[in-house]
């Protein structure tokens, strides 16, 4: 793309400077450029397990999302005469002890486990990143004492302080998307401010400072576009780790309640009857688990696409 | 810090386009962790006393390491110096506020040396030009924005249809030509050009240096030209300083410089220049230093280049603080006896 001669590109030197008045350049003469976040994207496209990854996850998403429409059943409806039964043609992921389809529970209780990972990650890529990008670049004691704090914050042990917040705002799905992602947000910072402490010493930050333009306008136009390759790269990761947590603390009773359902606490009803009724273990883990796989090959496949140095080829 | 010497070259800060009056510019590396010595100081630049006439292009040569870059982030105020003055028309850039430096900045711009890290790789040249026109023009936008933006590029020799494309899709010496147009975007008087054709090919160097010549003397801008290579400021500049560790060995025209220099420095930079023509290069003599620069954590007393000296010298040298003098009409050079009369002897290369 670069290789235009020179020559084909430039003018005489020898020549004044060309008076041209009336400037006006039709719209479709212009060259359109392709950016780097265009390039990253065909690269992705041929890497054919990301690409996989990234269409199975949007199939989950659809089946999540659409899926309990579509079903003739709800989700918290009883059939205690019912009580579990293996898949069948009525309930295609077989019921529940206390008779509920697993299907439409599966479906919902996705949507649950998904939409926490999406809002939690999406709080902590915004705490994170702008924290973490004013610290780097305001660097000296601002820096020392911004980046004291988040190692204060990770020292707090988390179920502690998940417990704390809990206690003291009582119990809500929202409160816990808010906890995970305080504590998420600690790494996303750590990186950011890494690579904008790289990013200052280039000359084109210190062209931005030569230029006079205020700080806020050097971070969110020059610093943070160039560091959020890996910002998206970690955030593809954290989506599973959020999940994770999510059944973790849904485990221990603090997450979500029932009657409602995440994967994970389907998947911690599941494991009590394991023996038993295998197929309550089996769907929402088999789900659960197609989820982590496919965002975790999309974390490294969008690595690569971003970051064509790291990539083995 | 040394003594303060009261600098022979006159400055008038009222009346002088650009002026430097005994700039400082030293780093404190910190103390020890359990001792709290203090591990030193670089003395980077370290009393530098210059003035730039409006329209001229000041060449400022030196080897690595003796603190031209310092000194163009020193003029830059992007370091601000550790004691000195810097005067750009009359007003004291070196006593204003961080605010209102940025205010002041549109009226001096730097070229850097790096094309391929000096350009926001996530932005077009639309973008980048844009933003920088909008730091003169605030309220400009839209269709008049886009054809300065046309205009720039087409001063700078680039096709302006090319502007919604990105600094990874052109050569080296196309983007240090977009680079040229952003520091011309906010209009500013002086230019300082750091290095900015090392990092091109040779083919590509004379381009820009043409370009750069031309800009300088059709806009009336002036220009610090900074380079490591003599022969390059010797083509651009009106007057070129030399610069060792951290101070000017010798100031003069261009002419001067080149072809009578004084400096035992400047002879040997002179003598390192090879020649194109294969039986001239046969006959050049060089002037071959010592070692290596000594570190500007540690300068050596008195006239900072006896540790390379290659013509003798005595005690005096390493003990008495030579000054930049006018020992020829125009023509500065430090009053370090040895050095210079060395040079005086020895017929002009």
């Known amino acids: 793309m670069t290789d235009h001669s020179e020559t084909?590109?430039?003018?005489?030197?020898?020549?004044?400077?060309?008076?041209?008045?009336?400037?006006?350049?039709?719209?479709?003469?212009?060259?359109?450029?392709?950016?780097?976040?265009?390039?990253?994207?065909?690269?992705?496209?041929?890497?054919?397990?990301?690409v996989a990854?990234?269409?199975?996850?949007?199939?989950?998403?659809?089946?999540?999302?659409?899926?309990?429409?579509?079903?003739?059943?709800?989700?918290?409806?009883?059939?205690?005469?019912?009580?579990?039964?293996?898949?069948?043609?009525?309930?295609?992921?077989?019921?529940?002890?206390?008779?509920?389809?697993?299907?439409?529970?599966?479906?919902?209780?996705?949507?649950?486990?998904?939409?926490?990972?999406?809002?939690?990650?999406?709080?902590?890529?915004?705490?994170?990143?702008?924290y973490g990008a004013t610290a780097g670049y305001l660097g000296g004691?601002?820096?020392?004492?911004?980046?004291?704090?988040?190692?204060?914050?990770?020292?707090?042990?988390?179920?502690?302080?998940?417990i704390l917040l809990m206690v003291a705002f009582g119990r809500s799905m929202w409160l816990m998307f808010v906890a995970i992602g305080c504590v998420e947000w600690l790494s996303m910072a750590r990186i950011v401010r890494s690579g904008v402490l790289g990013l200052k010493k280039q000359e084109f930050v210190e062209a931005a400072v030569s230029l006079g333009y205020s700080h806020k306008r050097i971070i969110l136009r020059h610093l943070i576009p160039n560091v959020l390759g890996p910002v998206i790269v970690i955030a593809t990761l954290t989506v599973p780790a959020v999940m994770l947590l999510e059944a973790f603390l849904s485990f221990l009773g603090l997450g979500v309640q029932p009657p409602n359902a995440s994967w994970g606490v389907l998947i911690n009803e599941g494991q009590q009857n394991?023996?038993?009724?295998?197929?309550?273990?089996?769907?929402?883990?088999?789900?659960?688990?197609?989820?982590?796989?496919?965002?975790?090959?999309?974390?490294?496949g969008l690595r690569d696409a971003l970051d064509p140095k790291s990539a083995k080829d | 810090m040394s003594e303060h010497?009261?600098?022979?070259?006159?400055?008038?800060?009222?009346?002088?386009?650009?002026?430097?009056?005994?700039?400082?510019?030293?780093?404190?590396?910190?103390?020890?962790?359990?001792?709290?010595?203090?591990?030193?100081?670089?003395?980077?630049?370290?009393?530098?006393?210059?003035?730039?006439?409006?329209?001229?292009?000041?060449?400022l040569v030196g080897e690595s390491g003796c603190g031209k870059s310092t000194l163009s982030r020193t003029v830059m105020q992007l370091i601000r110096p550790t004691s000195g003055r810097i005067f750009l028309e009359g007003k004291e850039l070196s006593a204003?506020?961080?605010?209102?430096?940025?205010?002041?900045?549109?009226?001096?711009?730097?070229?850097?040396?790096?094309?391929?890290?000096?350009?926001?790789?996530?932005?077009?040249?639309l973008d980048t030009l844009s933003e920088a026109i909008r730091t003169r023009h605030p309220n400009v936008k839209g269709d008049a924005l886009r054809s300065r933006v046309a205009e720039l590029l087409r001063t700078v020799g680039l096709n302006p249809?090319?502007?919604?494309?990105?600094?990874?899709?052109?050569?080296g010496g196309q983007r240090q030509r977009v680079a040229i147009a952003r520091a011309l975007a906010p209009e500013p008087k002086l230019i300082i050009a750091d290095e900015p054709v090392s990092a091109l090919d040779v083919s590509i160097q004379s381009q820009i240096l043409n370009l750069l010549k031309r800009l300088t003397r059709e806009m009336g801008l002036t220009m610090i030209f900074i380079s490591h290579d003599l022969s390059v400021v010797r083509y651009i500049a009106d007057r070129i300083a030399v610069m060792y560790l951290g101070r000017i060995l010798e100031l003069g025209e261009a002419s001067d410089v080149v072809d009578?220099?004084?400096?035992?420095?400047?002879?040997?930079?002179?003598?390192?220049?090879?020649?194109?023509?294969?039986?001239?290069?046969?006959?050049?003599?060089?002037?071959?230093?010592?070692?290596?620069?000594?570190?500007?954590?540690?300068?050596?007393?008195?006239?900072?280049?006896?540790?390379?000296?290659?013509?003798?010298?005595?005690?005096?040298?390493?003990?008495?603080?030579?000054?930049?003098?006018?020992?020829?009409?125009?023509?500065?050079?430090?009053?370090c006896p040895f050095c210079v009369q060395a040079a005086a002897e020895t017929v002009p290369a």
């Not at chain 1, 789900?287 to 490294?300: E, K, Q, R, V």
């Not at chain 2, 506020?97 to 932005?123: C, G, H, V, W």
């Not at chain 2, 919604?164 to 052109?170: L, Q, S, T, V």
């Open chain 1, 141 to 162: 004691k601002v820096d020392a004492t911004m980046m004291r704090f988040v190692d204060l914050l990770y020292a707090l042990p988390f179920t502690i302080f998940v």
């Open chain 1, 53 to 130: 990854s990234l269409v199975i996850f949007l199939l989950i998403c659809v089946f999540c999302v659409v899926g309990p429409f579509l079903v003739p059943y709800n989700s918290q409806e009883q059939d205690l005469f019912l009580g579990a039964t293996g898949p069948s043609a009525e309930h295609w992921f077989g019921t529940d002890t206390l008779g509920r389809d697993l299907l439409v529970r599966t479906m919902e209780g996705g949507r649950i486990s998904l939409m926490v990972g999406l809002v939690a990650t999406v709080v902590s890529l915004l705490i994170g990143v702008i």
């Open chain 2, 96 to 125: 204003l506020s961080d605010t209102e430096i940025r205010k002041e900045r549109i009226n001096f711009q730097m070229i850097f040396q790096d094309p391929y890290a000096s350009l926001n790789p996530r932005m077009t040249v």
């Open chain 1, 8 to 50: 084909a590109v430039l003018g005489n030197e020898a020549a004044p400077l060309p008076k041209h008045s009336a400037s006006e350049i039709a719209e479709e003469e212009l060259v359109e450029g392709s950016s780097l976040w265009k390039d990253a994207w065909s690269r992705l496209k041929k890497n054919k397990l990301a």
């Open chain 1, 274 to 300: 394991m023996e038993i009724f295998p197929w309550l273990l089996m769907f929402p883990a088999f789900f659960f688990a197609l989820t982590l796989f496919c965002l975790n090959f999309l974390g490294d």
């Open chain 2, 5 to 59: 010497v009261e600098p022979a070259v006159p400055v008038d800060p009222k009346n002088d386009f650009l002026v430097l009056d005994d700039v400082h510019t030293h780093f404190d590396m910190g103390k020890t962790l359990l001792t709290r010595e203090s591990k030193g100081v670089v003395k980077a630049v370290d009393g530098v006393t210059l003035t730039v006439k409006e329209g001229e292009i000041l060449g």
């Open chain 2, 161 to 171: 249809n090319q502007m919604k494309r990105y600094p990874h899709e052109f050569s």
């Open chain 2, 260 to 335: 009578h220099p004084l400096h035992i420095y400047t002879r040997a930079l002179m003598s390192a220049i090879p020649r194109p023509d294969p039986t001239s290069e046969k006959t050049r003599s060089r002037i071959v230093l010592q070692g290596d620069p000594p570190s500007p954590m540690n300068p050596p007393e008195g006239c900072n280049f006896w540790p390379r000296s290659p013509i003798e010298h005595d005690e005096r040298m390493k003990h008495e603080e030579p000054v930049l003098t006018e020992i020829r009409p125009n023509h500065f050079a430090t009053n």
